[in-house]
């Protein structure tokens, strides 16, 4: 690689030395944030680093790359996964997705070998050391240097060679509360990150929580959240507990939801102490729910409801395994949780969809029905418990309509991100916004043209989208994000929500308009305790776990029977599922069902769950809402928003409401941080 600097070279050299000596050039195209304006400071006084006399990062010999890989072996190995996942949902040739040690090492790099050709004369492969000290300001270094998340574009490196590179990092804690990493995506784009950030985040937790279970798996797993629908997902509160009660280890997402400043704190409790509930109570109470999320509270403060399962430790419990939603199920990323069961929520004819096998006269009238009007361009609205069947009813009627030939695309609409649902709906251009493919994308509309869309928890939608989907419903056209091009589409539309939507429309949090755009014909699916093809649905679902040779005891077929299945065939599925792991190739008798007590509820007779409730309460220093008012403000915001606007309450109390040192901590302008306020329901009002 060449080091001759040329007259542009100059004029970074020249910008980065003016910024540190004299501060920004204000209201300038040159302003430089004083994230980087710091490390700026620190390359040229600290590490006696000079913009005009670029170098290679060093890097380590063979030796000593395989004694740190030796040594983070365990990080590495649950890193792998999830950073492959998200290069492909980048799409990007021209990216890299890395994982440094907390020496700016690069342990693991996932990208295109052309890109990595390219970018290895700059000294950016395994072994090299991009901390701030050898690489000056860069995505990784700065990152450690920072502590925190940074988005480092081009003309933002401190050394020339490297500003033709846009560098997004996140750092990765371990079980203890230390950062152990940094992951890291470095492309040739030149937009803002934000979007980046935000999905490097969530890779960073996925990665978090594997590290959590693999270094405590000798330890008892406790899941909570304060909504059962978020236990066994990205967000729900993650405890690693002793046999004796006490706690050892915990994630991020348990930290705030219990109001914890560091994991040492934490460790200082016992499960008693957190919830009215001991560890084996918790576990007796999980094993006879068939592991589904049980009630229990706070200890400090009994208004404060949680959702939790306790099991036994990992390493001794290899029957349970499969009892566990795989990684893949617990991405919130697009994927929707129906669709996870949809092969098996149904007897094998419903699988195969050739024949819809909905033994249930109710269930078959309706979908007689509901082929009619999809046959006829209406549009169908089903609504259903969660585990219920809401897709593989949607998938059905798909296979049965005239647009069988054509695509069934699913999206989940509570699952996504508010920033990405607009851009996977109507598609955008290349270059509409920072992480989008070079060449664009179709949106999930247009993927859907003549075949079917169907939009799952639709209830979920914010309200800002639900105005753009009405008229692309009406006018049957979509103009994807940064392009005036608008393109004509046929599709046929299902849509799904286990929420009630008329009341949404009298609480004003969906669209009246909509509504009845979406409810052409209403499908109101039973729950499994309501089926009375109970039986063969049993025997449907064991087969396609075990074979035609497994069988049922008459008083384990009772049993299964009597059960009132408040997790409908989803449940099911997991019960018969761990009776054939404990039956181990016998009959499966009732001792093979533990979760399903002798006295449970009768079929028809719903077991009754509280209603979900609001995040539990953060530390008074964090929000001091009253709960009413923390209530009425979430009441019509997703989990991420509800998880953004605690995070913004947090900064605005540490910072004592002053809205101009919020914006520069996150990086962002005034007007925009007013805007997200807006968005958020955060009233300044709130002040104190």
Same mark, same amino acid.
């Given at each position: ?36 304006a ?7 006084q ?6 005009d ?19 983070l072996?365990?990080?590495?190995d649950?890193a792998?996964?999830?950073?492959t996942t998200l290069?492909?949902q980048?799409?990007?040739p ?11 090492? !690069? ?5 295109s ?14 072994g090299a ?10 995505g990784?270094g ?8 940074v ?11 490297f500003?033709?590179?846009t ?11 230390r ?17 980046l ?31 059962p ?9 993650k405890l690693a ?9 915990g ?23 957190i919830?009215?509930?001991s ?9 006879r ?16 409801r949680?959702?939790?399962?306790a ?23 697009g994927?929707?949780?129906?669709a ?7 007897p094998?004819?419903v ?6 096998g ?5 269930? +078959? ?10 046959a ?10 969660t ?6 009813f ?6 049965k ?22 851009s ?6 290349a270059?509409a916004?920072?992480? +989008? ?47 005036e ?5 046929q ?14 429309v ?17 499908? +109101? ?9 109970k039986?063969?649905?049993?025997l ?11 069988t ?7 049993r299964l029977?009597?059960? +009132?299945?408040?997790g ?9 599922r761990?009776?054939v792991?404990?039956?181990?190739g016998?009959? !499966?008798d ?22 979900p409730?609001?995040m ?9 809402e009253?709960p ?7 009441a019509?915001?997703?989990? !991420?928003?509800?998880n ?23 990086h962002?302008?005034r ?6 306020l807006?968005k958020?329901h955060?009233?300044?009002?709130h002040?104190?």
């Amino acid at each position: 690689m060449s080091l001759t600097l040329t007259p542009t070279d100059h004029r970074h050299a020249h910008r980065v030395l003016e910024v540190v000596e004299h501060g920004n050039a204000v209201g300038t195209a040159a302003e430089t944030s004083d994230l980087v304006a710091r490390s700026w400071q620190r390359c040229l006084q600290e590490h006696h680093l000079h913009p005009d006399r670029p170098r290679k990062p060093p890097v380590i010999g063979k030796a000593a790359l395989d004694e740190r890989c030796l040594r983070l072996a365990d990080l590495i190995d649950c890193a792998r996964y999830e950073m492959t996942t998200l290069y492909q949902q980048l799409a990007d040739p021209e990216s890299a997705v890395v994982l440094t040690d907390t020496d700016g090492v !690069i342990m693991h790099m996932v990208s295109s070998p052309e890109f990595a050709e390219e970018v290895a004369p700059l000294g950016f492969h395994v072994g090299a050391v991009w901390s701030e000290a050898e690489a000056g300001t860069n995505g990784m270094g700065t990152c450690l240097a920072a502590a925190g998340p940074v988005a480092v574009r081009r003309e933002d490196h401190f050394f020339t060679q490297f500003t033709s590179l846009t560098c997004s990092a996140v750092p990765v804690h371990d079980a203890s509360g230390r950062m152990c990493a940094v992951l890291d995506v470095t492309s040739r784009s030149g937009l803002q990150q934000q979007h980046l950030l935000v999905l490097l985040g969530m890779t960073a937790q996925m990665i978090e929580n594997r590290l959590l279970d693999l270094r405590y798996r000798d330890a008892h797993p406790v899941h909570f959240h304060s909504r059962p629908e978020f236990v066994y997902t990205l967000h729900e509160g993650k405890l690693a507990v002793a046999a004796d009660g006490h706690i050892l280890a915990g994630n991020r997402s348990a930290l705030m939801q219990l109001g914890f400043r560091s994991v040492e704190e934490l460790r200082l409790k016992r499960v008693e102490d957190i919830f009215q509930t001991s560890l084996e109570n918790l576990l007796d109470r999980s094993s006879r729910s068939a592991y589904h999320p049980v009630v229990t509270y706070r200890a400090a403060n009994a208004a404060n409801r949680f959702f939790a399962v306790a099991r036994r430790p990992a390493a001794d419990a290899a029957s349970e395994r499969n009892l566990r939603p795989s990684p893949a199920a617990q991405r919130s990323r697009g994927a929707t949780v129906d669709a996870v069961d949809a092969a098996i929520s149904s007897p094998p004819a419903v699988a195969a969809r050739e024949n819809v096998g909905f033994g249930d006269p109710r269930l +078959a009238e309706q979908f007689l029905r509901a082929t009619r009007a999809i046959a006829r361009e209406i549009p169908v609205l089903l609504h259903g418990e969660t585990g219920a069947g809401k897709e593989v009813f949607a998938r059905a009627l798909h296979a049965k309509s005239p647009n069988a030939a054509g695509a069934f695309v699913a999206v989940n609409c509570a699952s996504l991100p508010e920033s990405l649902i607009e851009s996977e709906l109507f598609g955008y251009r290349a270059g509409a916004f920072t992480g +989008a493919q070079r060449t664009g994308r179709r949106g999930k509309i247009l993927q859907a043209d003549r075949g079917t869309l169907f939009l799952d928890e639709i209830g979920d939608m914010p309200l800002e989208l639900q105005a753009r989907l009405l008229r692309v419903l009406d006018e049957r056209q979509v103009t994807p994000l940064g392009s005036e091009d608008v393109v004509s589409v046929q599709f046929q539309l299902v849509s799904a929500s286990h929420r009630d939507l008329g009341a949404l429309v009298q609480a004003g949090r969906f669209r009246e308009d909509l509504y009845y755009r979406l409810c052409g014909y209403t499908v +109101a699916l039973p729950s499994l305790r309501e089926r009375s093809d109970k039986r063969e649905l049993i025997l449907g679902l064991l087969a396609a776990e075990a074979g035609a040779q497994a069988t049922l005891s008459p008083a384990a077929l009772a049993r299964l029977m009597q059960h +009132a299945w408040p997790g409908n065939v989803r449940q099911l599925r997991h019960v018969l599922r761990t009776a054939v792991a404990l039956a181990d190739g016998d009959r !499966i008798d009732v001792a093979h069902l533990p979760a399903l007590s002798p006295d449970g509820a009768v079929a028809g007779t719903p077991m009754a769950l509280p209603a979900p409730t609001v995040m539990a309460a953060e530390p008074e220093a964090a929000n001091d809402e009253a709960p009413d008012e923390t209530a009425a403000a979430t009441a019509g915001l997703n989990l !991420i928003q509800a998880n953004e606007r605690e995070v913004l309450l947090r900064l605005l109390q540490d910072q004592r409401w002053n809205v101009s040192n919020v914006a520069k901590a996150l990086h962002v302008s005034r007007n925009t941080l007013y805007r997200k306020l807006h968005k958020l329901h955060i009233p300044l009002s709130h002040q104190r």
